[in-house]
């Protein structure tokens, strides 16, 4: 579709911007496809999402500044509230989201690798917010997920100086969880997709949910929230399934389509 690839691997959904003669930069139409193709995935087939950019120099360099050059304010705005919408969406997946980052990804592309479950990235690979640098300030939710993730005053050095930062520095603030040689990325990337996939998806997604959400709240609602979720998983095939094989010590066999029960 467009400017954004998909295709799924077993339980695995590929997504893959490709605009490589722009680094994958992101514009309304990358914005625009990518919304469309996670609208499109098979929420009952697919289990894990890996979120990649075509070519060997870019995951997604930015947002595209030539036709943000020409935007006015309400435009620029809008602009924002259509990055952050998507990102948002991406955030909120029921499904865990893989951020596999080879090469540049600054500005939007630090941004869409923020809204995803974690990061994994090739050696290679690069990251900042330089919108200050530019006139203008993060716009698709990096003031908010950089802040959350490395904390605040190391996202605000980041976001004042507008510095990049390369592989070795992000996994040391833990703005990535791994750093792989480039060549190996994407192996290492479908390998550990593989592995979420083949867990009992009602409670990795549970997982996913509790997660997220508790961290929007204080720790006493938090726990609420979890021990919500974890009573939804009772009475589904895969909780009985799981807890009868282990205790027969058999392997257990989630459903290969998702389900409430």
């Known amino acids: 579709m467009g400017f954004v690839n998909y295709e799924a691997q077993g339980a695995v959904g590929l997504v893959t911007i490709n605009r490589p003669e722009a680094l994958n930069a ?9 919304k469309a193709v996670f609208e499109g995935i098979d929420q009952n087939a697919i289990r894990c999402v890996v979120v990649t950019g075509a070519g060997e120099k870019s995951f997604v360099a930015g947002a595209d500044i030539g036709s943000m050059s020409v935007m006015t304010k309400a435009e620029g705005e809008a602009f924002g509230k259509m990055g952050n919408d998507v990102f948002r969406m ?3 997946f029921p499904i865990p989201v893989i951020a596999a980052v080879n090469g540049f990804a600054l500005g939007g592309g630090n941004e869409l690798a923020m809204c995803c479950d974690f990061r994994i990235c090739s050696d290679n690979a690069m990251f900042g917010q330089p919108e200050v640098g530019l006139g203008i300030t993060p716009g698709f939710g990096g003031t908010q ?8 005053g190391m996202a605000k050095q ?7 930062i390369k592989a070795d520095e992000a996994l040391r603030i833990g703005l990535v969880n791994a750093v792989y040689p480039q060549a190996e990325l994407m192996e290492n990337a479908m390998k550990l997709a593989g592995k979420i996939a083949r867990n009992a998806p009602i409670a990795v997604r549970n997982c996913k949910k509790a997660i997220n959400e508790g961290l929007e709240v204080g720790m006493d609602e938090a726990v609420v929230i979890e021990e919500k ?3 939804a998983c009772f009475e589904t095939h895969d909780q009985k399934e799981g807890m009868g094989c282990f205790l027969s010590k058999e392997k257990p066999k989630p459903k290969a389509v998702f389900t409430n029960n």
């Open 26 to 34: 992101l514009n309304p139409q990358v914005l625009a496809d990518l």
């Open 90 to 92: 991406i955030e909120t």
């Open 145 to 152: 997920r950089l802040a959350r993730l490395v904390g605040p």
């Open 158 to 164: 980041l976001v004042y100086t507008a510095a990049n």
């Open 229 to 231: 979720l974890f009573g």
